[in-house]
């Protein structure tokens, strides 16, 4: 059995231009189409929709690459799929199993959560709460409690800011990552709200019921900030079949870049190091509030990170956010500019770190920090002098090279004494 693409009008019976065919006729292969007289279609009206379908997609130049028509074909090969063969005309393609339908719902929740910053997230929280831990006896069901208590209030939270920000982002997203699901259509804006809403209520009830003061603080600045961040000022909820229109003034902080940057570093660089080990510190072990040397550093060392993060990932979104306006600094300076803006502030991070960890008094402690701080500042720099800034592939590549990086930092941080 092989496919035919064709056009998918009210009568599906007319014959396919060759540049939209993927199959080559042969000499030992015939492909037949059903005719029916009363499907027949006047040309003029089958030249109008492949001019329509031609109009869809316009050129889009991202660093010096030409986007083509790709996207036009994908669409057009998944509105002119007919199976035919020598021996079989018009077939319908086979229903999805049970088990299909339950994958596919799976792999839309999975990209719907970011898992990128998931993982960033449940890391970061690890990280810090061992910062807290003074001797072996602190590995205690308690701690442990306690750790997994704000990992999973704080994914929560992450996954209402990561939803609201696609949410507010539907038409930004069907240019810059076609694949989230409410850019592709598999959510509905109404079931995006529900999934955000669920997951901000069940966030805060969490953190109440847990009674511990530094994690709900983080729990509520990080939705103030989130919100703030990615919101329209004129935000449209789902509900039912209704549009409800709520006027939310100076909001939509990402629009500007300083504020935007600033919002990633108050929660990635302040929030998560702060308020997650003052968790353990004083909920948990019931000690006194001290900031110690190595969460000093820590916030320091993700200050750097966070401000990288927050200009990076702007970088392969250029096109998108120059169609609606968003003035982050990859569209003010360009992508080359703010790229080696970011590797800089990196290797400067890391330099950081391999000077604090030279001052240390804890031998096995100065040998973790300088060697592991200097194999990823030279992996770092090797990685960056390789990027094709004319794909846009490479450059997302590269960007999640970036978190690779801060997950291997935060591997790092409770070596530092």
């Not at 990633?264 to 909920?283: D, E, G, K, S």
């Not at 402690?365 to 990027?387: D, M, Q």
């Amino acid at each position: 059995m092989e496919s035919l693409l064709i056009g998918s009008f009210h009568r599906p019976s007319i014959p396919v231009p060759a540049e939209f065919s993927p199959l080559k006729t042969s000499s030992h292969a015939i492909v037949r189409v059903l005719k029916c007289k009363a499907w027949k279609r006047p040309k003029k009206h089958y030249s109008s929709s492949m001019k329509l379908q031609r109009q869809y997609i316009t050129q889009e130049h991202v660093g010096g690459s030409d986007l083509s028509t790709i996207a036009a074909d994908k669409k057009l090969k998944g509105r002119f799929l007919v199976h035919a063969s020598s021996e079989h005309p018009l077939e319908s393609q086979p229903s999805k199993s049970p088990w299909d339908s339950v994958n596919d719902a799976v792999d839309a929740f999975y990209r719907f959560s970011r898992p990128h910053t998931i993982i960033g997230t449940a890391l970061s929280i690890i990280s810090v709460s061992l910062l807290a831990v003074e001797k072996f006896s602190d590995f205690s069901p308690l701690f442990f409690t306690g750790v997994l208590e704000a990992i999973v209030a704080a994914l929560f939270m992450n996954i209402y800011i990561v939803g609201l920000n696609q949410l507010s982002d539907i038409e930004i997203d069907k240019v810059n990552k076609p694949y989230l699901p409410l850019a592709s259509g598999e959510y509905s804006v109404q079931t995006g709200v529900i999934v955000v809403s669920s997951f901000a209520i069940l966030s805060f009830w969490l953190g109440w019921i847990v009674g511990s003061w530094p994690l709900f603080w983080a729990l509520f600045i990080s939705f103030v900030l989130g919100t703030a961040y990615s919101i329209n000022e004129r935000f449209l909820i789902g509900v039912r079949k209704m549009l409800l229109h709520f006027q939310l003034p100076l909001l939509r902080w990402k629009r500007f870049a300083v504020v935007a940057a600033m919002c990633i570093f108050a929660v990635r660089a302040v929030i998560v190091q702060i308020a997650f080990y003052l968790h353990i510190q004083t909920y948990v072990y019931k000690r006194a509030a001290v900031l110690s040397r190595p969460l000093i550093f820590a916030t320091a060392f993700m200050s750097f990170f966070s401000v990288v993060i927050a200009l990076f990932k702007d970088i392969p979104d250029i096109v998108g956010d120059k169609i609606f306006g968003i003035q982050s600094f990859t569209v003010r300076l360009g992508q080359e500019r703010v790229f080696w803006i970011c590797i800089g502030l990196l290797e400067m991070a890391y330099l950081v770190a391999i000077v604090v960890g030279a001052a240390s008094s804890n031998t096995w402690s100065k040998y973790f920090t300088i060697l592991g701080h200097s194999a990823l500042a030279l992996l770092l720099w090797t990685r960056a002098k390789s990027v094709d800034f004319s794909s846009k592939a490479a450059i997302t590549s590269f960007y999640m090279f970036i978190w690779k990086l801060f997950y291997a930092e935060y591997l790092l941080i409770p070596l530092v004494r």
